[in-house]
């Protein structure tokens, strides 16, 4: 048994409010079916940062493992393990929900979910309503329709393209190992632990396919989901979920593990994406609401005044000012025919105009780029 601690010397785990949190299936299955050893563990460390005021989202796998422990059924061809994954859905979300007095919420998501710009608005909508709600959602890859990614393994890059979806700080992945090492530990006695990586290179990546891993993801896709983490602005810790003393010390902010680093801005990225995107349609707004942009604030219905185009919700859109100035881009929350509808009211009357209310804003301020020359410096000094 390798001492993870003895390996990986403490190092302090970034500053973080709110967090992505991957548990894979190896720490989740023990004869074939679900088992709590190392869960228990890992439920302790979300209740303590809850405690501590802070976010977490889980992203599990699990399910093929659970559905398996029900009927006891042997198949693992990719269509016995889409049913399989199927009726263990219930059961998994049944596992966790037994450690927390807080409520889980279970959210299927596939890849497509989130390349698609319509589809990854309405999951990040629900995750961040979930976490305002006091409740844990649960992320799991919806392997009854994810052919691809079930064979894959995947569950290590949906985690980092959530961490992306709701602007965590942090990803954290268990492993079955101590971390990143330079070889397989169990297999090379002069593998050596890596503790801090800046860049994921090729290089790296090839040592990470030897290195391996129990999982089915092995150690490599977890070093690629940390490197798209990082490009996003987002650090990875990689731990060992099976030592209870390693997951205690993520309660404290120490990690016996490897840290992949951030490199890229959470912010520039996604505003460089709108900064180029085609726009589906035209938001008029008044000088308020100029003024208010400016100093970037959301864009409120009560300052638009006019709404040209057809556009659907997650569409982008120009804003423009009265005298014809392009002022920014965005995400519009509402489609064409909702946004004339609201356009000129209050936030407060949304839902009793439309039945239903998204967001307060036509467009959040997360999901905006401004386009004149002040907001290009500032976001220059701020990248």
Known sequence: ???????????????????????????????????????????????????????????????????????????????????????????????????????????????DDLRNRRRYLNARTALKELLRLGALPIVNENDTVAVDELKLGDNDNLAAAVASLIEADLLLIATDIGGLYSGHPQHDPDARPIERVDTVTPALLAIAGIAGGLGTGGMRTKLEAASKAATAGIATALFCGRDAAVVMAL????????????HGNRISARKQWLRHAPASGVLQVDAGAR?????????????????????????????????????????????????????????????????????????????????????????????
Request: hydrophobic share 45%.
């Open 251 to 262: 309660g404290e902010g120490v990690l016996h593990g490897t840290l992949v680093a951030a």
């Open 1 to 111: 048994m390798i001492d993870v601690r003895a390996d990986f010397a403490p190092q302090p785990l970034p500053n973080w409010k709110r967090a992505v949190l991957k548990v894979g299936s190896s720490l989740l299955a023990g004869s074939g079916e679900l088992d709590p050893v190392h869960a228990q563990g890992l439920a302790s460390f979300i209740t303590s940062a809850r405690a501590q005021g802070r976010e977490v989202v889980l992203v599990s796998s699990g399910a093929v493992a659970a559905g398996r422990g029900r009927i006891g059924a042997a198949g693992n061809g990719i269509v016995q393990r889409q049913a399989l994954a199927a009726l263990g859905q219930a059961s998994l979300m049944g596992f966790w929900q037994a450690f927390f007095d807080m409520p889980v919420a279970q959210v299927l998501l596939t890849h």
């Open 291 to 383: 003024t208010a942009l400016l100093r970037g604030a959301s864009l409120l219905p009560g300052g638009v005044h006019a709404v040209t185009g057809d556009f659907r919700r997650g569409d982008v859109v120009d804003v423009h000012s009265f005298d014809g100035e392009l002022l920014a881009r965005g995400q519009a929350q509402y489609n064409a025919s909702e946004s004339l509808r609201i356009a000129g009211r209050h936030s407060r009357d949304i839902e009793t105009v439309l039945g239903f209310r998204y967001d307060e804003a036509m467009i959040h301020r997360d999901d905006l780029v401004l386009l004149n020359s002040a907001e290009q410096l500032s976001s220059e000094k701020t990248a």
